[in-house]
């Protein structure tokens, strides 16, 4: 079997307060730092979701081994609000959440590219967590051609664009994210015009009708109509006294924008966004689909595995 396992939480298992903290806990194994830590990994972390992707030859024990370093990070009880999966059920997880049909917005498309991009980061993987990813996004890939699940569904930003005024507008980007390019291309193909977008290095970026600025213009953020900030930043960007025809949307994880804002202001941060949605996540064909596929390249790599076992090869964690 794939000797692979996931720890995780998600939106649906904790709030945003705790998938904050988990999501700043995780950072120390993040990328090359996760060499020290004494198993193989793959941090994946999101907006809605943390999740440790690991391999070893006690999935149990490094399983425990993960949870005692989470411990040392995060104050409170949380445990109860992680899940676990091994071997195969990790694998159909991995494409699940690749293909975007464990998101909060089913079917989005930047998960795919954080899935890819958490992979590239990891370093010493055994052959199993580079199958299991690799493979993940290939059959990822195939789930939203083949059900053009992007055009089933209702996007982050059709849900956006139906709760608040944008035209006429002075409208306010934080972070030069996916999020915010897509955002940035669907608002003018819309028709709006009146848009700034503010990043830590502003001289990095070239955008055409656009006014590209610094974060000091945060400071002054109540003469900007709707706000929307997608940024990586650990702290709070914007805090303060706005009024009731400020619209502001906070993406982030951890969060951008002080909740005492929105006793002022209109906000909305993820999880509200979330329920305001309000899509159905029931696929059952492309459940279907993964499953086929995920059950398949597992049996394929276990032969393959046993293979060179056969033959005197040798590979810790196959």
Not at 172 to 201: A, W
């Amino acid at each position: 079997m794939l000797s692979i396992a996931v720890l995780g939480i998600n939106f649906k298992t904790a709030d945003l307060q705790l998938r904050e903290a988990v999501a700043r806990g995780s950072q120390i194994l993040g990328g090359e730092r996760g060499i020290f830590f004494r198993h193989p990994l793959v941090l994946l972390s999101t907006c809605n979701r943390t999740e440790f992707y690991f391999s070893a030859g006690d999935l149990a024990e490094a399983h425990t081994d993960l949870l005692a370093h989470l411990r040392l990070q995060i104050g409170g009880f949380f445990e109860q609000r992680l899940y676990s999966c091994f071997g195969l059920d990790c694998f159909v997880h991995l494409c699940r959440v690749a293909a975007g049909l464990d998101s909060a917005m089913v079917g989005e498309t930047e998960i795919q590219r954080q899935v890819r991009v958490a992979y590239s980061r990891a370093k010493w993987l055994p052959s199993c967590l580079h199958y299991a990813f690799q493979k993940a996004l290939k059959v990822s890939k195939l789930v939203r051609h083949q059900w053009e699940l992007e055009k089933r569904t209702f996007t982050l930003y059709g849900t956006l664009w139906q709760l608040a005024e944008w035209k006429g507008k002075r409208i306010l980007l934080v972070g030069y994210s996916e999020i915010n390019r897509g955002l940035l291309s669907f608002l003018m193909h819309k028709g709006v015009v009146d848009i700034s977008l503010c990043t830590k290095n502003p001289a990095a970026v070239k955008l055409e009708n656009v006014h590209v600025c610094n974060r000091s213009v945060l400071n002054r953020w109540q003469t900007y109509d709707v706000i929307v900030c997608a940024s990586q930043a650990e702290n709070y960007l914007i805090r303060g006294q706005g009024h009731s025809g400020h619209f502001l949307f906070d993406l982030s994880v951890p969060r951008n924008v002080d909740p005492e804002v929105g006793k002022s202001a209109v906000l909305y941060n993820i999880d509200q966004l979330i329920e305001e949605q309000g899509t159905s996540r029931c696929f059952e064909r492309c459940e279907a689909l993964i499953w086929e596929n995920a059950v398949k390249l597992a049996r394929i790599y276990c032969t393959k595995t046993q293979h060179v076992l056969e033959s005197g090869g040798r590979e810790s964690h196959l």
